[in-house]
């Protein structure tokens, strides 16, 4: 399949708590996982849509409806529905599992459950379920009601085994990016090609370090050196998919606001009021409501454009999002457009 498009159900919401346990709910996992995984999903150039981006009631007939209004009822629409297992017995129930619809082939399903087990996660098994009381009917409301679209359930872990979940709240992010990988290369989307380039392994170098210095994942690295493990060597020479940095602009545009002095200005942007007024030619520190500055940016300083996120930033600039956020007294993920970022 080519041109593919994704929708991505973050299971259960709102007033519907999903599989409770260790003081978690499902439907907080499944949103962070789904909300994560649309971001990566749209930074391979790959369409995607979230049923749900926060803590919302979502009636089975919605569901199926923002499903189908999304890409339409077309077979190019893949359906990732995201949840957390729970069983009766937690001691001995662990691990991944796919389900898939009556309608589809199981190739996309194991290859996404192969790549979770890539990634170190105890896999159960890929299978399809039927209603008891019509076997030509799929059990789950999300491949049964969802037209010709593929839809496939994934349960991550179980939510009452603590070394699962534990195991689950660590590693999710690298469990996304396999996913994405996964789904990328089955579907043969038209995904722009990074090139590769060469890098020779440091002491004190890890898969996961590389990865995010090149922003790509374990899995792809692995892949693509043919490695079956996570160990590497000092002087081992790895390929690495690599695309060109987005390069910021070395200035902005600022219109002065009420309540706005140089000083206010400079602060915000990380710079002083001498480079402000040399850079814009000031030889006084007045200036008026409407009037245009340019701002030159420093490296200690991100104005957020449309499409980032804390975590595209981070990566871009070798940090963590936990990082931005403390620089930047932020209590939230939220970001808007043309807001000013401390990086350092």
Do not use: C
């Amino acid at each position: 399949m080519s041109d593919f498009r994704v929708v991505i159900d973050a299971g259960h919401g709102g007033s519907d708590p999903g599989s409770v346990a260790n003081n978690l709910k499902e439907k907080d996992l499944t949103l962070a996982i789904s909300n994560y995984m649309y971001e990566r999903f749209l930074e391979k150039g790959i369409p995607a849509t979230l049923v749900r981006s926060t803590d919302e009631t979502v009636s089975p007939n919605e569901r199926v409806r923002r499903i189908l209004a999304a890409y339409g009822n077309n077979p190019n629409v893949i359906v990732l529905s995201n949840h957390i297992n729970s069983s009766a017995n937690p001691n001995t129930a662990e691990g991944a599992e796919v389900i898939y619809a009556l309608r589809n082939e199981d190739t996309l399903a194991k290859n996404i459950l192969s790549a979770l087990e890539s990634q170190g996660q105890v896999v159960r098994r890929v299978y399809q379920r039927t209603l008891p009381s019509d076997p030509s009917k799929d059990y789950y409301f999300i491949h049964r009601d969802t037209g010709v679209t593929e839809p496939l359930i994934i349960e991550y872990a179980f939510i009452n085994n603590e070394e699962d979940i534990r195991r689950l709240q660590q590693n999710y992010r690298r469990y996304v990016d396999a996913i994405v990988d996964a789904v990328i290369r089955t579907e043969g989307g038209n995904v722009s090609k990074p090139n590769e380039i060469t890098y020779v392994v440091k002491s004190g170098d890890s898969l996961w370090k590389i990865a995010n210095l090149y922003n790509t994942t374990v899995y792809e690295l692995k892949r693509i050196n043919n490695l079956t493990n996570d160990l590497i060597v000092v002087g081992q020479v790895l390929k690495v998919p690599y695309s060109e940095p987005v390069v910021s602009p070395s200035s902005i545009s600022y219109t002065v606001k009420s309540g706005d002095s140089l000083w206010s200005i400079a602060k915000r942007y990380n710079i002083s009021v001498d480079t402000l007024k040399e850079f814009n030619g000031l030889t006084s520190n007045l200036i008026i409501v409407g009037q245009i500055l340019r701002i030159p940016l420093s490296n200690t300083v991100y104005v957020v454009k449309a499409g980032d996120t804390l975590w595209s930033i981070a990566n871009r600039y070798g940090t963590t999002v936990n990082e931005l956020k403390r620089l930047n007294n932020l209590s939230s993920d939220l970001l808007s457009i043309g807001q000013v970022l401390k990086l350092a």
